[in-house]
């Protein structure tokens, strides 16, 4: 398996810098920046401001967590000077069923939810099977901040600094078997504490699900995330844990990741399972293969209004073609959607 990042993505900048430092290093060089432009600065640019975290106040985060941020990789790789998604937007505009179905339900809802303690079950075709409490799953790798677009099937994007971990150290440590072909990723069911699995209305058969290749949960870009703009994930973000993989569409962010298996077969997935013939297993974005609903050759990038509509032309994986066009050398995606 080769592990490599493009230059494309990767940030030369490699130096680990404390948050702190970092946070007012960006808020200069946005301030600087800004000036220069004579725009505003990004809300989340300053942790000091009562601004930056607008409409979620800061939780009082895991010891685990507080420890891992010290030691933070800021900004690993990022999104080639686009623009970062204002908090606000990436925080009030969710898509989490469980927590309701509108944009601003997770928002609203997911206060119920139960981040601490959280454990991840593993099992299926590994050396090292079990249940795992999440600061012990994450100890040994290192914390990243990867600044990522976020291209939704419903043709609307974003640009998010996620903090996570490659998905690829985790699974290293609980060692996949040369039986393993697929993993598939759990969700937290809960009902006495997400409105959406109780509702009779919902056409979801929970928990949701979502699976990727071996190769694909292996690669360099592909991440777990715990936290984003510099602090830890809230809820309606999918927290403690969830599914980060830049060029496929955002339904397989699967978030709130209570399990993994690794499999032989390729398992269900929750919108395959839903309408097979609008989602498909791999959910690359692709702007030449359109969704019935939804043409995928152009979005929307969030913020957006009718004035400022902020339309902008698909790229093919989302931009990150150099990194994995080559997963699928040989496959007709038209066909594997
Ligand atoms: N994970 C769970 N468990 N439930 C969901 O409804 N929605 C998916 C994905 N992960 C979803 C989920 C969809 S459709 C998208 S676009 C992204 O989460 C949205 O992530 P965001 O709300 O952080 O932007």
Same mark, same amino acid.
Not at 42 to 52: E, N, V
């Given at each position: 398996m080769l592990i490599k990042v493009s230059q494309a993505s990767?940030?030369?900048? $490699?130096e680990i810098t404390p948050q702190a430092a970092y946070l007012s290093r960006r808020t200069l060089m946005a301030g600087a920046a800004a000036l220069a432009a004579g725009a505003s600065l @990004?809300?989340?640019?300053?942790?000091? $401001?009562?601004?930056?975290y607008e409409g979620v106040e800061p939780g009082k985060p895991a010891a685990w967590f507080q420890e891992k941020l010290k030691q933070t990789h800021w900004q690993a790789i990022t999104a080639k000077g686009e623009a970062i998604t204002p908090f606000k937007d990436a925080t009030h505009y969710n898509n989490f069923y469980e927590f309701g /179905?509108?944009?601003g339900d997770p928002a609203q809802?997911?206060?119920?939810?139960? /981040?601490?303690p959280w454990s991840i079950v593993v099992d299926g075709e590994v050396g090292k099977p079990g249940k795992y409490a999440l600061e012990d799953f994450v100890k040994p790798s290192q914390l990243e901040e990867r600044i990522y677009r976020l291209r939704c099937v419903e043709a609307w994007s974003m640009v998010i600094p996620w903090l996570g971990f490659p998905l690829a150290s985790i699974l290293k440590q609980v060692e996949p078997t040369s039986k393993a072909r697929y993993v598939r990723f759990e969700t937290l069911q809960d009902p006495a504490t997400m409105p959406g699995q109780r509702s009779s209305f919902s056409y979801i058969q929970w928990p949701y699900e979502e699976g990727l290749r071996l190769d694909e949960a292996m690669h360099p870009l592909t991440l777990l995330a715990v936290g984003m703009y510099g602090r830890e994930l809230p809820n309606q973000n999918g927290a403690p844990l969830r599914l980060i993989? @830049?060029?496929?569409?955002? !339904?397989?962010?699967?978030?709130?990741?209570v399990r993994m298996s690794l499999v032989t077969e390729q398992p269900r997935t929750t919108w395959q399972g839903i309408a097979p013939d609008e989602y498909? !297993?791999?959910?690359?974005?692709? @702007?030449q293969v359109d969704h019935p609903r939804w043409t995928q050759a152009r979005e929307r990038r969030l913020p957006s209004g009718l004035f400022a509509p902020n339309v902008r032309e698909t790229q093919m994986f989302n931009g990150y073609a150099e990194d994995v066009a080559s997963l699928y050398a040989g496959l007709d995606l038209r066909v594997n959607y």
């Open positions: 990767a940030c030369h900048e $490699s @990004p809300a989340w640019a300053d942790s000091s $401001s009562a601004s930056a /179905t509108d944009k809802n997911a206060g119920s939810l139960k /981040t601490e993989v @830049p060029w496929k569409y955002g !339904f397989k962010g699967i978030k709130s990741i498909g !297993f791999y959910a690359n974005v692709n @702007p």
